[in-house]
């Protein structure tokens, strides 16, 4: 990962004063590990949750499981509920959410390497598909560079 990405990152939501928090299956905390070893995240970031399993998701983010069960757990739409609803359950402005398949073996018939991604921001979500190729790790690094590029580009659109 780029080191200056996710500490350019804080520094927008920094100067907006906007909170952020995360919500992430796949990438297990990854993104927020990253984001914690940025100094003074602590004035904006509020947290994250892992949600590894499907009931997680449902009980504790409260994702609405007809979503996961008509459009799957690596899907946009899922993607887009837990942003959306752990936006919601902490308060926050920024979310960004996280579910796939790292990899190696085929999941719900989705590829190793699929990963669907949501950043949320008041009024409006976004979501992403990717198809990495690599270790699980090499995947899980991959995805949260994108987010964190993809969640620049759009900081800088909107303001």
Known sequence: MKANSMAELAELIRQ????????????GGLFSSRLTEVPGVSAFFKGGVVTYWTEVKTNVVHVDPAIIEAEGVVSEATAKAMAEQCAELMHCD??????????????????????????????????????????RQEVREQIVERVTERSLTILRQIW
């Not at 907006?16 to 990438?27: A, D, F, H, P, R």
């Not at 390497?113 to 976004?126: F, K, L, N, S, Y």
Request: aromatic residues 8%; charged residues 10%; glycine residues 10%.
């Open 16 to 27: 907006k004063q906007w909170t952020l928090c995360s919500c992430e299956s796949c990438t």
């Open 94 to 135: 920024m979310a960004v959410a996280f579910t796939g398949n790292a990899g190696p073996d085929v999941m719900e018939n989705k590829p190793a390497g699929m990963i669907c991604t949501a950043i949320h921001v008041p009024g409006q979500t976004w979501t992403f598909t990717d198809l990495l190729n690599g270790t």
